[in-house]
T-cell receptor
Framework: GAGVSQSPSNKVTEKGKDVELRCDPISGHTALYWYRQSLGQGLEFLIYFQGNSAPDKSGLPSDRFSAERTGGSVSTLTIQRTQQEDSAVYLCASSSTGVLNQPQHFGDGTRLSIL | EDQVTQSPEALRLQEGESSSLNCSYTVSGLRGLFWYRQDPGKGPEFLFT???AGEEKEKERLKATLTKKESFLHITAPKPEDSATYLCAVQVRNTGKLIFGQGTTLQVKP
């Protein structure tokens, strides 16, 4: 596909369960980002992968959140022991080779609802 | 602390009524300023990147400008299909992350 693909588009789960969110970046893009968008909070940076470098995890809100990127392509964001405050839209973005200040292109997100 | 503030929060215009959206920023070292458009239920769609004060970019009815402290998104003769939330974000030197403003929700009435 031409754009960033995220799955599932919607996820409803019970408090305390673990969830995994998937992101397929644009082919050839080496940088991948995760953001969270909550009502009234705006877009909040979570984590950033660039090539083979160590990820920038500075935005992860707690140790219940983790992410990995396999083979420099697909990424999975995992939230363990979900809480109601984790309810939000989780957005993934990718940008082209290596150079900062290149535009980030976003997927349509996963809407996560914690009951 | 790096910060981005957008105003107004909401803007209602009649079709054809031109206006401007503001994005003020305070950052330690600007690497780029980005404008995005977001429709309900969709991810942000990239519009423009501005890198240095004095730079301008145009696309159809939209024009973005940049000074050392703020950016404007000018909308000329808007149409109802321009209705969306417009987001401003900055990329700070030596990091990949974007810091977003809260957005301006624009409604254009026919």
């Amino acid at each position: 596909g031409a754009g960033v693909s995220q799955s599932p588009s919607n996820k409803v789960t019970e408090k305390g369960k673990d969830v995994e969110l998937r992101c397929d970046p644009i082919s050839g893009h080496t940088a991948l980002y995760w953001y969270r968008q909550s009502l009234g909070q705006g877009l909040e940076f979570l984590i950033y992968f660039q090539g083979n470098s160590a990820p920038d995890k500075s935005g992860l809100p707690s140790d219940r959140f983790s992410a990995e990127r396999t083979g420099g392509s697909v990424s999975t964001l995992t939230i363990q022991r979900t809480q109601q405050e984790d309810s939000a839209v989780y957005l993934c973005a990718s940008s082209s080779t290596g150079v900062l200040n290149q535009p980030q292109h976003f997927g349509d997100g996963t809407r996560l609802s914690i009951l | 602390e790096d910060q981005v503030t957008q105003s107004p929060e909401a803007l209602r215009l009649q079709e054809g009524e031109s206006s401007s959206l503001n994005c003020s920023y305070t950052v330690s070292g600007l690497r780029g300023l980005f404008w995005y458009r977001q429709d309900p239920g969709k991810g942000p769609e990239f519009l423009f990147t501005l890198y240095s004060a004095g730079e301008e970019k145009e696309k159809e009815r939209l024009k973005a400008t940049l000074t050392k402290k703020e950016s404007f998104l000018h909308i000329t003769a808007p149409k109802p299909e321009d209705s969306a939330t417009y987001l401003c974000a900055v990329q700070v030197r030596n990091t990949g992350k974007l810091i977003f403003g809260q957005g301006t929700t624009l409604q254009v009435k026919p």
